[in-house]
């Protein structure tokens, strides 16, 4: 019986009709615990590890699951014991073909875990292997049904973006893509993969000073903005740094600064219209200068308690970090002082702007005077005044009383990105 109890707990690989390859840390059998929703976004290089306990600590204790297409099991004894926290297991899946993602083990462990991790690697076999499949289905209903925290490192990370780079013909290059925004290395998918919460409209980038990708990131954005109409987001992060975005879409910069020079970009197309690139065409040189103020870039330095950070609600302030703006001329990027951004997303407008989810939300009534009904939604919620200011959020039980608040205009937000504008008329 000792045997027993110590085998459960002792790593070992097992393979499955060669679908994928299982290297299992500790208990092997499920529990469940009570999550807390978050997204952590790992540059690459080393991982920081007060960012991934982070993570870890939003999974309370469960099980934790690290999917990847190539490797072994390198994350296990890191996760399950040199960080500090007790979880029930940590499980590796190695995910080699499409033919994984249809697994039932695979499918099944995923829908009893706790908090997924996602390796690096190269994205185009995550694009290619899970895409338009029961893992990104199962992926997907684990972070927006159950809540459980996800997170990614280099190729990990640039999967999770709404819009994502693909390299499904390798890798692209800044000066590759200046020169021409539609050379065969540009893939990047658009709303067809995996949708995060605050992460509608953005597209991630990694590895971003090693080597230096703004201009790059400067090229795809602005494909997105002259094909596609898109007023395009990005978040990058430099090498051993990671932005962990919790359920009020606060994302907190970790990483090595003073000692290291590490950074976190959130990055927008300037609302003033016209926004879009002045020069999109293929074979020429990108231009994307709007007074040398295209995109506007918040850039944060990482610490390692995270206190640098930046409202992905809003998208206009942050704390510890600079403004910058980033402009386009004839393939020539260059990089200067800038302001915040101001009139963006105003609650006076049509904050649904075109791309940006595929259903909208319809709650009713709308104007509402005492209680608001949005059935069909079970995730979380946030609910703001004109002024920006949080009235009340939670997990959405069906409805939400309203009755108490004063006449006016309020804004609802929801898990999976979508938001409208809510009229209110007071009883009083």
């Known amino acids: 019986m000792l045997l027993l109890l110590l085998l459960l707990f002792i790593e070992r690989p097992s393979t499955h009709a060669q679908a994928y390859t299982s290297y299992l840390t500790g208990d092997s059998s499920d529990v469940q615990t009570t999550v807390v929703r978050g997204i952590c976004l790992m540059g690459?290089?080393?991982?920081?590890?007060?960012?991934?306990?982070?993570?870890?600590?939003?999974?309370?204790?469960?099980?934790?699951?690290?999917?990847?297409?190539?490797?072994?099991?390198?994350?296990?004894?890191y996760l399950y014991n040199t960080l500090g926290l007790i979880v029930n297991s940590v499980e590796t899946l190695v995910l080699p073909?499409?033919?994984?993602?249809?697994?039932?083990?695979?499918?099944?462990?995923?829908?009893?875990?706790?908090?997924?991790?996602?390796?690096?690697?190269?994205?185009?076999?995550?694009?290619?292997?899970?895409?338009?499949?029961?893992?990104?289905?199962?992926?997907?209903?684990?972070?927006?049904?159950?809540?459980?925290?996800?997170?990614?490192?280099?190729?990990?990370?640039?999967?999770?973006?709404?819009?994502?780079?693909?390299?499904?013909?390798?890798?692209?290059?800044?000066?590759?893509?200046?020169?021409?925004?539609?050379?065969?290395?540009?893939?990047?998918?658009?709303?067809?993969?995996?949708?995060?919460?605050?992460?509608?409209?953005?597209?991630?980038?990694?590895?971003?000073?090693?080597?230096?990708?703004?201009?790059?990131?400067?090229?795809?954005?602005?494909?997105?903005?002259?094909?596609?109409?898109?007023?395009?987001?990005?978040?990058?992060?430099?090498?051993?740094?990671?932005?962990?975005?919790?359920?009020?879409?606060?994302?907190?910069?970790?990483?090595?600064?003073?000692?290291?020079?590490?950074?976190a970009y959130f990055a927008q197309a300037h609302c003033i219209p016209p926004w879009q690139p002045e020069t999109l065409r293929a074979g020429v040189a990108l231009t994307w200068n709007r007074g040398g103020q295209a995109v506007k870039v918040y850039r944060v330095k990482g610490t390692q308690q995270g206190t640098n950070s930046f409202d992905l609600a809003g998208w206009r302030q942050g704390s510890g970090g600079e403004w910058l703006n980033w402009w386009v001329q004839s393939g020539q990027f260059s990089e200067g002082p800038g302001t915040p951004v101001s009139n963006c997303d105003s609650l006076s407008t049509n904050v649904i702007e075109r791309g940006e989810i595929n259903q909208p939300l319809r709650p009713f009534p709308n104007p509402a005077s005492d209680r608001l009904y949005l059935p069909d939604y079970h995730g979380h919620y946030d609910f703001r005044d004109v002024r920006g200011a949080q009235v009340s959020s939670g997990t959405w039980n069906g409805s939400l009383y309203v009755g108490q608040l004063p006449s006016g205009p309020y804004?609802?937000?929801?898990?999976?990105?979508?938001?409208?504008?809510?009229?209110?008329?007071?009883?009083q």
Not at 411 to 427: E, F, W
């Open 44 to 77: 690459g290089a080393s991982e920081n590890e007060n960012a991934m306990r982070w993570w870890m600590e939003r999974a309370d204790g469960g099980d934790v699951l690290v999917l990847r297409s190539t490797g072994s099991n390198g994350y296990n004894n």
């Open 97 to 263: 073909s499409r033919n994984s993602a249809y697994d039932p083990y695979v499918l099944r462990r995923i829908q009893e875990a706790e908090a997924i991790w996602i390796a690096g690697g190269d994205q185009a076999n995550y694009v290619n292997y899970w895409k338009n499949t029961p893992l990104q289905q199962a992926v997907q209903a684990a972070v927006l049904q159950r809540g459980v925290p996800i997170g990614g490192t280099s190729a990990g990370m640039a999967i999770l973006g709404s819009h994502y780079f693909a390299a499904l013909n390798g890798t692209a290059t800044s000066s590759n893509l200046l020169a021409n925004p539609y050379h065969s290395t540009a893939t990047v998918g658009a709303n067809d993969f995996l949708r995060m919460p605050y992460l509608n409209r953005t597209i991630t980038d990694t590895h971003f000073d090693n080597p230096d990708r703004r201009g790059r990131l400067m090229a795809f954005m602005g494909r997105q903005a002259g094909d596609s109409s898109v007023r395009m987001r990005a978040i990058a992060c430099d090498e051993n740094t990671a932005v962990c975005i919790d359920s009020m879409g606060l994302a907190r910069v970790f990483g090595g600064f003073p000692q290291n020079d590490d950074n």
């Open 411 to 427: 804004l609802l937000r929801t898990d999976d990105g979508r938001v409208t504008r809510i009229l209110l008329h007071s009883r």
